[in-house]
């Protein structure tokens, strides 16, 4: 439908639409929520959290939960209720950013191998079923022993390397459809370059999927990230993040378990609502 | 059907050869000098040299990598560093263990979501299906950890129902086994739960719109007959595909889960490889999980293509 000056396009209709619909969605409404709550946490857990979370451990070690101290302390005399909040920052970075990295490569993977089809996507697809042969954690656990790093940022594009195949494989599916239609074959035939063709016909008409894609393995990243912070690569301690208090802490779980039962049910609220928020977006979308 | 088959069974083996290259390639070039990665920074150049020529590690790529590739494919998978022992002797116990736990947890996981998915199918759009469905993806986003630390403190530590770690003492009968691995099989089904009720739910709620269903009503079959003659057998097959993705994952992903209950499988001795840099073992470890993942995978694809003879004659992408 070509703009009508005055009219909004279609493509803005569809997105209003979409948009009312997420909206009226009881469980993408308390994902969101829950998951607003954390990011707040993140950028402004100095000042919520009523403790220092790294360097205030002057309370009495290892105290159950009481009223002054919600979540108990650890054995270094710190807060957990404080750690706890301040704990969603370092997910919240790494996470995203993975997944960011690895939608773009994969995308960029996806157009290529969708849109040239031929030798390049039959060894591309057989490198990508390889790997998609192992378990995350797998991988990933090879490569950082590989790398020898346990820096958080190795991790970050270690995890976003490893989503790249799984994106590419959803974006390579939607653009082998879309390059059949017949605008494609009008672009070519007026001369225009495959990077064109690629980035400015294909790409965003594939944005859909890619989006849905996106928010998905967010969910999936977060995963990642917490056991591989939880296995001892990647965010160290004496970080509040999650998974690392449940690292150092998970040997006493008996008798400490205020120490990893309150950062655990933060991880599973964290993950639970965002994939609440991913599946409503991604019935929206379908 | 042999095309078939046989189509498959290729795919497989290139697919395990580009795997093999690249789990070479993470190995070998990526720590560099592999002497000195396992050695650390503090060693001296002479040991680090030595070390390089005992492991080849000195000789062409292309050498390196025919030699042990050569190598797994006559059995012989090297000596593991930090056990001083064939690589062999320490992988196939903990594959065994990891078998073990993965049958069980497959035991009970499988019944338990198909059940799941054909129920929430069963009453599509109904608030049945949308607890179901809702709960079983909520509870599989969850990290594996979690979700055993949930399960270990509610029934080990306040319930103590059962023991916290999956060890058991050497010469224990089949049901103090099954006693240590049913947590971490518990773990397992929450996990999986969901990915497979889905799915089952999909097939259900498919075969239930389809003609033969319909068909079926109108010769005058009542509702069981129906769901048990025709909607469940075509439910039930994008299921085995499903399932058989999961075996991967229960044999060799499990690397948390076996840390968190200090169980002896191949994720954690994957892990375990892993901090001691011990890359003979952890190579092969890496491998064998692939190995396995393709296998079933592989076996899956077959089955599938004999129950629905449409799939076979589908161009392989």
Not at chain 1, 46 to 73: K, M, Q, Y
Not at chain 2, 85 to 114: D, H, R, Y
Not at chain 2, 179 to 187: D, F, G, I, Q, V
Not at chain 2, 253 to 268: D, H, R, S, T
Request: net charge neutral.
């Amino acid at each position: 439908m070509a703009p009508t000056p005055g009219r909004p396009s279609e493509a803005r209709v569809a997105r209003g639409e979409r948009a009312r619909l997420l909206v009226r969605t009881p469980s993408v409404l308390i994902g969101a929520a829950v998951v607003g709550f954390w990011i707040v946490c993140a950028l402004f857990g100095e000042w919520i959290a009523p403790h220092d979370p790294v360097f205030d451990n002057t309370f009495p070690f290892s105290e159950p939960p009481t009223r002054d101290h919600p979540f108990g302390t650890d054995t270094n005399g710190r807060d957990v209720f404080s750690r706890v909040i301040v704990g969603s920052r370092d997910v919240l970075l790494v996470a995203p950013a993975a997944t960011l990295l690895g939608t773009v490569l994969g995308t960029a993977l996806g157009l290529v191998t969708g849109y040239f089809r031929g030798a390049v996507d039959d060894i591309l697809s057989r490198i990508v079923d390889a790997v998609l042969a192992l378990p995350l954690i797998v991988i990933a656990v090879l490569i950082v022993t590989a790398v020898d790093s346990r820096s958080t940022w190795v991790v970050t594009v270690i995890i976003g390397v490893v989503f790249t195949p799984l994106i590419a494989r959803t974006v390579r599916a939607a653009v082998l459809t879309e390059a059949q239609l017949d605008y494609i074959e009008a672009a070519r035939l007026r001369g225009e370059g495959s990077m064109y063709v690629m980035l400015k016909e294909v790409l965003p008409n594939v944005m859909p999927p890619i989006i849905v894609e996106f928010t998905v393995r967010l969910g999936y990243a977060i995963f990642a990230v917490a056991t591989l912070t939880f296995l001892g690569f990647g965010i160290q301690p004496p970080s509040p993040d999650w998974a690392a208090q449940i690292n150092e802490y998970w040997n006493l779980i008996d008798p400490y378990w205020w120490m990893v039962a309150f950062p655990a049910l933060a991880i599973a609220s964290l993950v639970v609502c965002v994939n609440l928020v991913a599946d409503g977006i991604r019935e929206v979308y379908e | 059907m042999t095309r078939y088959v046989l189509k498959r069974i290729g795919l497989a083996v290139i697919t395990l050869a580009v795997l093999s290259l690249i789990v070479f390639a993470i190995a070998q070039l990526l720590p560099g000098d592999v002497g000195r990665a396992i050695l650390g920074p503090f060693a001296t150049e002479e040991s680090v040299a030595a070390l390089n020529r005992e492991l080849g590690a000195d000789r062409p790529i292309v050498v390196q990598y025919l030699d042990w590739a050569g190598g797994i494919l006559t059995g012989d998978l090297g000596m593991s560093l930090g056990r001083q022992a064939p690589v062999w002797e320490v992988l196939e116990p903990a594959l065994v263990n990891s078998m073990k736990l993965a049958v069980l947890a497959f035991l009970i996981t499988v019944p338990a979501g198909i059940l799941g998915g054909v129920v929430a199918g069963l009453r599509a759009g109904r608030p049945t299906d949308r607890t179901i469905t809702v709960a079983g993806l909520s509870l599989s986003s969850m990290p594996d950890f979690v979700t055993g630390i949930f399960l270990i403190l509610v029934f080990s530590i306040w319930l103590g129902w059962l023991p916290v770690t999956a060890q058991w003492e050497d010469g224990a009968g089949p049901a103090t086994q099954v006693k240590h691995l049913l947590l971490p099989a518990l773990t397992l089904t929450i996990v999986l739960f969901g990915y497979i009720a889905r799915v089952a739910r999909a097939g259900i709620v498919e075969a239930l719109n389809a003609d033969y269903t319909r068909t079926a009503y109108l010769k005058g079959l009542g509702s069981n007959q129906v769901v048990r003659r025709h909607v469940l057998r075509n439910a039930l097959l994008p299921t085995i595909a499903v399932v058989a993705t999961q075996v991967g994952y229960l044999v060799g992903g499990l690397v948390a889960i076996e840390v968190l209950f200090n169980y002896q499988g191949i994720g954690l001795l994957i892990y375990n490889a892993s901090q001691q840099k011990d890359f003979p073992l952890l190579t092969a470890g890496v491998l064998v999980v692939g190995i396995v993942y393709l296998t079933v995978t592989l076996v899956a694809d077959i089955l599938y293509g004999a129950l629905n003879p449409r799939i076979r004659f589908v161009r392989a992408e």
